[in-house]
Every structure is written in C-alpha cells, then in structure tokens.
C-alpha cells in the first residue's frame, strides 16, 4: 500500500544537485565513434581540439573511460541558484486524458534562458575562465543558447561574441535584447567583421544567413585570439556529459517515491537535452539492471533519426568542423521552415546515433501542427506554456498515455519539458489561426540516395 | 554557531502551502475605510457587490473581522503545481553589492502567468465556477492579469472575456495571443461589442483606449448576463486576502533558518503584491510582535502614495465603479508613459492606504532609468531577468543593502519579485540605447491643489 500521495513536484534539495556528471560513454559496450580531421581521415587529437575548445572541455570530448567526472563546486554553487529544477507530476493532463499511464516532466524552463542549455554554458565558461581565457564565440539561431550563454559569461565576467543568424536576429529582437542585458554582444551573421562573413556579403549582399555561416564567423574569430575560444551548445560528447544533470537528478527524485520510468521520452535536435534525460536510464539498461523504453522525437520536416544515414559527416553547413560518424541528412540539407529552431539540425549528436544504430533507442517524428495541438493541450492542463521543441516530447507522452488508456497498463512515463514557448507566441498565432504549414519531404527531396560518407 | 547554511532556495514541500488565507483586516486596529455607492455615499451593500462580483468574493471583500479564511482543498491542489514559490537568498547579489546585509526575495515569477496574478486567478475561478456562473470579464493592461486569467479560466473551463488596451493590444500581440492559447477571448477596446464602446468610438474613432475604457466595457458585459461576472485583479481587499500567500510562504520559509526581515519591500501599483506579502510580517507589528519596516515602491512618474491625497476616488478613470477611500493622484490622472505597465495606477489598495496613512508603513519612488539599472546588476547577479514593476523592489533592497554597506548592519532585507520580463524587451532596449525617458510630474502637472474628495 502507498502511504505517501506522489506530490505535484518532487523538489530536490540543493545538496542533492549531483556531485558528478556520467559519462555515459564510459559504459557503453561499443563506443561512439571519433571524431575525424576531414583532411586526413585521422582521429582528431587532442592537439588539434585544443586550438578551438579549452582544455578541460577536450578531455571530456575525449573521454570514453571515466564513469563519473567530478562536478567543481564552484558550477554547484551557480546551479544552485536555480536547480535542482523541478520533476512534476502532470496530474491535470492524466485527468484530462483519462489514462491509467502516471506521467512525469523534468522542467528545465525556470531559469531566464528559457532551456536547459545553462546546465551546459555555466560549465564550459567555468572551464574557459579557469584556463585564463579572456572571451568566447558562438552562434545561435533561435537564441536559447546564445542566452544561456550570456547568463554564464556574466556570472563569469567573460565577454562574449555571438553570431546570430541573420534572419533570427530580424525576426527576434527581443531574444537579441535578452543577451545583451547579459552584457553579450551580438552580430547578426554574415557580417563584415569576419573575413569569411565579408566573402559571404560579396556574392551575396542580400542573404538572410544561415547556422553554418555563423558558425564559420565564430570560429574564425575564435581561431584568432589565443585567449579566445569557440562554444557549442549541442551535438559534442562534453555537451551530453554536462546535461546528464537532468537524468541523474530525474533518476533521484522518482526513486524517492519508488518510481521508475517504463519510458523515457526526449525531442532531440542535436541531442543535448535527450542524451542528458536519458543517461543514467540507458545505463541501467546496458547494465542489464532496470529496463526503460527511450524514444527520441523529432520533426517530420528534418527526421535525422528515422530517416537520415548512418555516417561520417561534416557538423556544420560550412564544412569547416571536424567529421563526426552520426545520423544526419547530409551537412547540405536545409530543413523546411519550422518554429522549433532548435530542432532543425542535420544531424545528431555521435553519442545518440551510436545508441540508436545498436537498438538501444527508438525514435519517431510528427508533423508540427500535431506538435502544437499537444502544446496547447498540455498548457490548459498543466498551466505551463512550453517551447515548441519541447512540445514534441510532449506529443509522444500523450500518445503513449493514449495507448495505456487502450491497454489498461498503469505505465510510468517520462519526459523532458526542455523549456518555454514566451519567444514563440508567432508559432502559436499561425497554429491557432490555422496558417502553420506542415512539411515533410519527400524521399526525391531528401535525395539520401545520393548521400555518401565525406 | 550556525549549523546550516542558509541554501540558495528555501523550497517548502507542497503541504506546507498555507490552509488559510490572511485576512490582514482583522487585526488592524482601525479598519480601512469602506467603498461607497457614489450616488447615495452609503456603503456599498452586499447585494449591490453582488450584481458585479461572486458571492462568496463579496463576503471576502467585506470580512473586517475573521483572521483565518479557509483556502478550499480544490484551490490548494491547483497551487500545488507551481507553489510553493521560491524564497531565495541573493548570495551572487550581496557578493557583487559588498553589503554585510541579507537579501532574500520571494519570487512569484515561475508560472507561466509571470508574476503573482495566477494566486488570485484561481481563486477568483473558483468561486464563480461554485457559484454555477458560466463566464467572467475583465480588462487587462500590459497583461499579465489577463494572462493569469486565462490559465485559470482554462483550468476550469469557465469562459472568459478580456478587454485589452488597444494600444497593448496593438504593440504586446504576444500577450494577446498567449491568453488565446488557454481560450481567452480578447478584444481590444473601445470595441462595437458594448455600448459604451460604441460611444467612445462615435466620439473619437481613432483613439487608442484606456484601462478606464476597458473597465467600463468588462463591467458592462458582465452585467447584461446573469450567468456573467466582472473580476478585477488588484486593489480590492479580496485580492489582498488571497495574496497573503505570499507573505505566509515567506513568514514560514525564513523562520526554517532563524530568519525574520528587519526590512519588507514591495512595489505598489494596485497593491496586491505588496499587501499579500506585508500581511504576516504587518499583523506582527501591529500585535507588538517582532518588529520590521516595510517599504512600499512606486514609479516616480505615478506617485501615489508618495504624493497622493488619501480621499474618496473612484477607482476607475471612467467613474464607474464604487468610490474608495485611497492614496489618489485623482482618477482623471493619466500617468506620463512608463515601461512599468502594472504600476500606471492613480490610486491604492485602500488596505494599504489606510496602513501607510497611520504610519505602518513607508513609501519611495524611483525614476525608471534607475530601476532598471538595477534591474540589469540583479539579472548579472541572479540570473533571472526582472519585470520592470518587480525591479523597483529591487532598487529599494540594493538602496537599503548599500545603506547597510555603510553602517556595517547585517540586516535581513526580503523583497518580493513579482514577476519575470520577457514581455519587456523593448522596454530594456530603450534602457540599453540610451533612450527611456524619466518623467516627474510637477506640482503643476499633478494638479492636486484642485483634487477633493468625490
């Protein structure tokens, strides 16, 4: 007999915030593959990497052997300030949906960069100061990043440079203001400061941008201050490790009350969010310890997982990055327009791949339209209005709470509320006023058949 | 010797959310003063509240003598989900500050409401919804109240109609369509829907409307249906009631660490902020209990009760509704424009008016460049990006932990933060660029020799 209701939320305490990140890595059976220098075909070493990212974070990059990798105090002390973040009962939305399923959200929305991205940014910018670095760059599309970022680097006192693609800062002024009140500074991308923007702007003078351009920007910014680094925000092996926070505290907080998820369900992008929520689940699993399904979602109009190709690829547009071995619809590939920015990416972080190659992960895709209709359903039901990425994890939890409600199964569900939809309410207008466009390509548009391993 | 530090967030568990409402009223010594009916200067009777506000609201609104409202199991369940807020201990900000003082603040901003409105809202929701009505109305401004609303509405599948400002509602479309994402209906005002909408647009077609206009017009579609009533979301003793969770969260969170404030900071517009988290901490002072200053916060350009008259007004520009007996800066005052939207009031909850005007309490204002310089310093320090109404708290408290810094007193200051600023991007731009404007009304400008009592 239960004594105890499940209450809403299961708060963590602050000493509860992990003193290590899992390294996931470390207990897969096979690992992710390396990372390739695009010249040789070489694994990159740790040499190279260290020209672009700071030492500690290229050791991580690198580690496939330690299990846990201490947290310093120094980053518990700032995730302090706003985690553990909250795991909620979504007792509203069972309710409405009358399923016997008991569903739960990990809520990574309370913080001002709207997302879960500061659990990243806080810690590469206290490895970047610890180095004696003097400053940053980065780009950003839809902001998230870009504003975790500038949170971190103002808790840091590092200055910033984010590139942010053209259209984006156009179309977003507000997320431009936000990370400037963190004392960012901000270029829209291609711009005149950089030799590869100026090239741009020559064949192009009225382009709107893209990510792989900014990308470039920063980069070469970066490359040309030797107290300067480049900061990524999704896709890298370190990024994985530092959002492992968010399982080990979700693991935490449901064990208090003897639950274990069946399913743990994340939207993935470039797999920071779900590859963070999922660690310490896909462990047991490996393990042989406890089992849960894990289902990856992304959108119909750029599906990486349930579509794309197993191989060695470039990360960015630009193919100026090292090649990583991923999921990915060709570095080429420019997903139709979509209101989740942070869902259109052409491929999938290493880590993520590697699982779901070996079957230890599923992953589905649904239209966007379908997505924003289980948005507004989850916010009448549980006051929380989330961000459009967000809403594709949502999506699922539903369907597979629907599908409990057929079977009578009293399932555990899991999933990661990444964040909020404040800076979406366009996307919401055009779903609400029926002018939201669904887009998935065809297989001719797709064009995999021609896509080879770089 | 303290044993334990004081963590960064003081969460209480969800059953140490508070059984009762404080009614604040039952142990002031002399009462605020009642409203009254501006045609026979009678006090305003149950049954003529009864016409425009819920049953069981008006027995709140009227209660001088019963301490301890019950909340109803059905509300409480509801705050579970995002309450209780966070009480959280500045450290960043005192660090940056160099004061011996400690700052914590009660922060309301974690739902997606974005400020305290959401404590009400239910409340309201859900006596109309027991009372068998089948629809509310009311006016909003910059938002945040209307927003508030429509989660609450959607939560009990009440209908609701709100009135926005035109020009909000032209310039904030992000505000409107997040009420219509919970089922909001939203029009701007003046509108053809009402009469005196009508009348109003005959006279001037172009005009961009007020919270005057838009009250008139709530007001009169809740009375043309007996299924229909109007809801206000500050100023009224009930909204100040239902507020005191604020303050009894705060009271039973500090007293966990051996923590009282010496010093209580609120801003004011209406008053429902301030009065819900003065009320414990106000009752002590006037038992002769333990002792705090509470400060009251207002924008130099709508000072009310920093230079106000304490008279009968009426509470609305378009006269009509009930006359109060309030710090008023006359109801024909329109405030100069100011990005603190949800502090553009020409008068004060007569609770609070009735405390300052006997010397419970103290009043400051501040000009906006000013807030938002601190605004900025506590967003750099705390992470969390402020509303503009919430930041003139934030002015007070760093004002009173730099007085601190000086006299080497290790006070305790609390304040409240009443809501995030997502919605106020262009008010930070302006203050970024240079741009905003301070307005202090002259003498001249304020006209108060000519203000008298209705």
């Known amino acids: 007999m239960k004594m105890t209701k499940v209450p809403y939320k299961i708060n963590l305490s602050e000493e509860e915030i992990p003193k290590y990140y899992y390294n996931l890595r470390a207990d897969m059976i096979e690992k992710p593959e390396p990372l390739l220098n695009p010249a040789t075909r070489e694994e990159m070493t740790k040499s190279e990497l260290e020209k672009v990212f700071c030492s500690e974070l290229v050791d991580q990059e690198l580690d496939n052997s330690n299990k846990f990798i201490p947290i310093p105090e120094e980053i518990r002390e700032l995730y302090k300030i706003y985690r553990p973040s909250p795991m909620i009962r979504a007792y509203n939305l069972e309710k409405k949906l009358e399923t016997p399923a008991k569903i739960y959200y990990k809520f990574e929305g309370n913080n001002t960069s709207g997302s879960h991205k500061l659990n990243s940014a806080i810690a590469q910018i206290y490895y970047a100061k610890k ?79 893209s990510l792989g351009c900014a990308i470039s920007e920063a980069v070469e910014v970066a490359s040309m201050d030797p107290n300067s680094r480049y900061v990524l925000g999704s896709v890298l092996n370190q990024v994985v490790l530092h959002q492992s926070i968010i399982g080990l505290e979700s693991k935490i907080a449901l064990e208090k009350y003897g639950e274990y998820p069946d399913i743990v369900i994340g939207c993935a992008g470039g797999g920071s969010n779900l590859g963070g929520l999922m660690a310490p689940f896909v462990g047991e699993n490996i393990k042989g310890g406890r089992s849960s399904r894990i289902i990856a979602v992304e959108p119909s109009s750029c599906p990486s997982l349930t579509r794309g190709k197993y191989i060695y690829d470039y990360c960015d547009t630009g193919k100026i990055t090292p090649l990583a071995k991923m999921y990915t619809l060709g570095s080429g590939f420019i997903p139709a327009a979509n209101h989740s920015g942070g869902l259109r990416y052409h491929g999938m972080s290493p880590i993520i791949s590697k699982l779901y190659h070996d079957g230890y992960m599923e992953a589905k895709s649904y239209t966007q339209s379908s997505v924003f209709e289980a948005a507004i359903l989850f916010a009448k039901s549980e006051t929380i209005l989330p961000a459009p990425e967000s809403a594709h994890a949502i999506k699922a939890a539903i369907d597979e709470a629907l599908k409990c409600k057929e079977s009578k199964e009293e399932k555990t569900i899991l999933f990661g509320l990444t964040g909020t939809g404040y800076f979406d309410m366009l996307a919401y207008e055009s779903y609400l006023e029926g002018t939201m466009i669904d887009h998935v390509p065809t297989d001719e548009e797709l064009n995999l058949a021609n896509l080879s391993e770089i």
């Not at 949170?151 to 006192?157: E, G, R």
């Open 131 to 209: 180095q004696g670095l003097k400053k940053v760059t980065t780009e950003t599309g839809a902001g998230q990043w870009g504003t975790a970022l500038a949170i971190a680097c103002s808790l840091f006192d590092m200055e910033l440079e984010v590139f942010m693609v053209k259209s984006s800062y156009e179309q977003k002024p507000f997320r431009k203001n936000i990370m400037k009140v963190f004392g960012g500074n901000v270029t829209p991308s291609p711009s005149d400061t950089t030799k590869v923007g100026r090239e741009i702007l020559k064949i192009n003078p009225n382009t709107s941008g």
